[in-house]
């Protein structure tokens, strides 16, 4: 059996031990669970939803296919009758989430499942994993798209992106976030996001002459190259683009940008824009790259480096200084009752959960009130029906419709929730509904009691 990220076995051992034992005791009532984070990454002021097309198109490919079934039938843990059971089993349930590309903040759910016990839980490890990684790349991207206004980002991390997928799809996450288009070939295909590349130092080094090198990449690409040119001294294949680019030019051959990857990139692009103007090219741009982050490149243009653009890798693509969302994956009723984990530390608030999200007078996002599905509270709810008895209700928005939603979001947001420094935390809050079912629920560990479906606002 390959390696294959869409298996169903692509989960964790206990999922598939709770369904044997969900099997024998014929329990498969209705549960729901919902994602949401408990916290934001230290020094983040928001995150991006993200990933949710991907889950939607493993929801609806769910199923065993006749390998699994066999490796399962005889790897010694689970029983025949059980295994027989998950033949059929598809995923059938209804799935409510927030939009690709919409902010949120802790505790807020951005997805809930409404299924039969063990498709519900069956699923939570890939949901976690496709949800998480998307939200935690898009939130880091996103920061970096608004410190670097009106630069073209391209994204250069497959290379040391935490494997296959890691790297498409960080690609896609970025992207969505901003990003103007990467380096990596199949997300090209796959998501029509547009590739851009230059060159590599081999690329140089394979040449007994830099300007060989340059002169060569040129012809290749006449109607626009970017050359790398820090492989030996910087300054001084600047100083040799200078004639070939004129020369080139008179053959209709442009040259669109150099490309700086080490060294003081603020002071190295000084300079280089210093050799360029002078030596009569105003037009050819200066591209950086080289352990990038958005701190790194909002250094750069407050300090006014003549830098047009910038790729981003691994920093980006790895979340090097978060490299995981604290979210979870957690059941919020079973069987009509509402439920609650009092793990110390990681209490959730049970029930099924509606965000809603109030605006002031300029349009700035004001505050969100968390509370139960039913119980309306001024704003605009956030969760929308996506998925119905196992399927899509309508075909899933373009990149180009989510990196939209999300420059609308993120202009929603104070210029303090926008900065890159630590704000204030935006306003959740927890309505009445919510705090009087979570009671409930905790009596009930004592004496059982009926729960409450809705409940008042939170005015």
Not at 363 to 379: F, H, I, R, S
Not at 432 to 441: C, E, G, N, S, T
């Amino acid at each position: 059996m390959g390696v294959n990220a869409d298996s169903v076995l692509l989960t964790d051992l206990y999922q598939l031990t709770m369904l044997q034992a969900y099997h024998d005791q014929d329990m498969n009532d209705t549960a729901v669970f919902e994602f949401f984070a408990r916290k934001l990454p230290e020094g983040r002021n928001f995150l991006v939803a993200a990933g949710l097309a991907q889950l939607v198109d493993y929801l609806e490919a769910l199923r065993f296919d006749a390998d699994e079934l066999a490796w399962l039938a005889q790897c010694g843990r689970f029983s025949k009758a059980f295994v027989d059971s998950l033949a059929n089993l598809r995923f059938t349930g209804d799935v409510q989430a927030m939009p690709e590309g919409t902010l949120f903040f802790p505790d807020e759910p951005i997805l809930r499942i409404v299924a039969p016990l063990r498709e519900a839980q069956l699923v939570e490890t890939r949901i976690v994993n496709l949800l998480q990684f998307q939200t935690l790349i898009s939130s880091k991207a996103a920061r970096v798209r608004l410190a670097a206004p009106g630069r073209r980002l391209i994204d250069f991390g497959l290379r040391r992106a935490h494997g296959a997928e890691a790297g498409l799809l960080s690609a896609r996450a970025s992207f969505l976030a901003g990003f103007d288009g990467t380096s990596n070939v199949l997300a090209g295909v796959r998501w029509n996001i547009p590739l851009a590349g230059t060159m590599a130092h081999s690329f140089v080094l394979a040449h007994d002459s830099e300007v060989a090198a340059f002169e060569h990449f040129a012809r290749s690409y006449p109607a626009a190259c970017t050359l790398l040119i820090d492989t030996y001294d910087t300054e001084a294949a600047a100083r040799a683009i200078v004639p070939l680019a004129h020369r080139l030019a008179r053959e209709g051959i442009v040259i669109q940008a150099v490309r700086l990857d080490s060294g003081d990139l603020g002071e190295h692009a000084r300079r280089v824009r210093e050799i360029l103007d002078a030596g009569g090219l105003p037009d050819i741009a200066i591209f950086a790259s080289g352990n990038l982050d958005e701190y790194a490149v909002s250094a750069l243009v407050a300090a006014g480096a003549p830098i047009g653009g910038f790729g981003v890798g691994t920093r980006m693509n790895t979340s090097a200084d978060h490299p995981y969302l604290d979210c979870a994956y957690k059941m919020q009723e079973y069987r009509g009752i509402a439920r609650r984990k009092h793990s110390e530390g990681k209490t959730t608030w049970p029930g099924r959960k509606q965000v809603f999200r109030r605006f002031d007078s300029a349009g700035l996002m004001a505050g969100d009130a968390l509370t139960l599905e039913g119980n309306t509270q001024p704003g605009l709810p956030l969760l929308e029906p996506v998925m119905a008895a196992g399927r899509r209700l309508a075909p899933a928005p373009s990149l180009a419709e989510i990196r939209e939603r999300l420059v609308a979001q993120l202009a929603g947001l104070s210029p303090a929730q926008r900065a890159l420094t630590p704000a204030p935390p935006y306003s959740v809050e927890v309505c009445p509904a919510l705090h009087d079912l979570a009671r409930q629920v905790d009596q009930r560990r004592v004496a059982p009691v009926r729960p409450v479906v809705n409940g008042a606002g939170c005015g």
